[in-house]
């Protein structure tokens, strides 16, 4: 069983619409959340670190339940540009990066 | 441009051959990180280093991969005697741990063909 899961997608959406990723970890001594996009053919950048109290950046919303070893992403009112793999990560102690292996996203004209 | 860079961004060699690549960290980061990703999967840690020190290992790093971070500035990562398997990319992240928020900040890869 991988350390993060993921569901692959791929999800297409239409411009505008709602989206949400899941994501479990398997590791309860994981300490940092995180929510990294990937391009095509390009390194993960980080979207937005996720803590117990939910957090919010403009169209994008991140949630983490430790008792449910569970993290979300909430892509609101979604545009062209946010097509792109995302990628749910966690750290410990020793902060080296966990990945998923990603969720597709495909933004629809 | 002060972010990661990764050098060479491709490499093609043959089986059994020996490949070194280079990462420039940000400048005054002094945690450096290796992580290889294959076609569909995430990034998997490799290695890391504090200033000059390797402090961790990961399991996926055979004896024929070894890095160094001599002056706690640069890095190279060798794979010798490279095999069919060892086709990834290979990126580089780095960071400040004397930030609040460790955020970690990958170069652009160096992609590895071995034919």
């Known amino acids: 069983r991988k350390e993060v899961e993921q569901d692959p997608g791929p999800f297409n959406v239409p411009e505008g619409a709602t989206v949400a990723f899941n994501c479990t970890y398997s590791?309860?001594?994981?300490?940092?959340f995180f929510w990294y996009r990937q391009d095509c053919r390009k390194e993960p950048k980080l979207l937005m670190s996720?803590?117990?109290s939910g957090n919010e950046d403009g169209r994008f919303t991140a949630q983490l339940n430790r008792a449910s070893q569970y993290i979300s992403l909430l892509i609101r009112d979604s545009k062209l540009s946010d097509s792109a793999t995302y990628l749910c990560?966690?750290?410990?102690?020793?902060?080296?990066?966990?990945f998923g292996s990603g969720t597709q996203l495909t933004v629809l004209p | 441009d002060t972010g990661v860079s990764q050098n060479p961004r491709h490499k093609i060699t043959k089986r059994g051959q020996n490949v070194t690549f280079r990462c420039d960290p940000i400048s005054e980061h002094n945690r450096l990180y290796w992580y290889r990703q294959t076609l569909g999967q995430g990034p998997e840690f490799l290695t890391y280093?504090?200033?000059?020190?390797?402090?961790?290992k990961s399991r996926l790093l055979s004896d024929r991969f070894s890095a160094e971070r001599p002056k706690g500035s640069f890095s190279t990562l060798e794979i010798q005697r490279t095999e069919q398997g060892d086709s990834a990319m290979y990126l580089c992240?780095?960071?400040?741990?004397?930030?609040?928020?460790?955020?970690?900040?990958f170069g652009p890869g160096t992609r590895l063909l071995v034919l």
């Open positions: 990560v966690n750290s410990g102690s020793a902060r080296q990066l966990t």
């Open positions: 992240a780095s960071s400040d741990l004397y930030r609040e928020q460790e955020t970690q900040y």
């Open positions: 590791n309860s001594a994981s300490q940092s």
């Open positions: 280093f504090q200033n000059e020190a390797q402090l961790e």
């Open positions: 996720v803590y117990s």
